[in-house]
Nanobody, 120 residues
Framework: QVQLVESGGGLVQPGGSLRLSCAASGSIFSINAMGWYRQAPGKQRELVAAITSGGSTNYADSVKGRFTISRDNYKNTVLLQMNALKPEDTAVYYC??????????????WGQGTQVTVSS
């Protein structure tokens, strides 16, 4: 059993900041990568940011310079610091993890999603 628990979403004004966190727990052998996706109504789910176990990062062009992803490997937690938020950042944000489980199988796991709303 592997579970991803997300927190940190909410309502914020344009230009404000939010910090999302996602903690993985369960039968985990190792985690290759963790990241955040988002999906707005009527739009496809898109990658926001991802980080590998070695610390390599990847960001969507729309968030570069504003968002920062980091990872605590010991706690199996990924953080997303979101600054200078814009209304177009409004979406449901989903944590994703590529996890090798106790059966040595690589699987993608998803959190249930946390709503981020940027509005005046």
């Amino acid at each position: 059993q592997v579970q991803l628990v997300e927190s940190g979403g909410g309502l914020v004004q344009p230009g404000g900041s939010l910090r999302l966190s996602c903690a993985a727990s369960g039968s985990i052998f190792s985690i290759n990568a963790m990241g955040w996706y988002r999906q707005a109504p009527g739009k496809q789910r898109e990658l926001v940011a991802a980080i590998t176990s070695g610390g390599s990062t990847n960001y969507a062009d729309s968030v570069k310079g504003r968002f920062t992803i980091s990872r605590d490997n010991y706690k199996n937690t990924v953080l997303l610091q979101m600054n200078a938020l814009k209304p177009e950042d409004t979406a449901v944000y989903y944590c994703n993890a590529q996890i090798i489980d106790s059966m040595v199988r690589l699987n993608d796991y998803w959190g249930q999603g946390t709503q981020v709303t940027v509005s005046s």
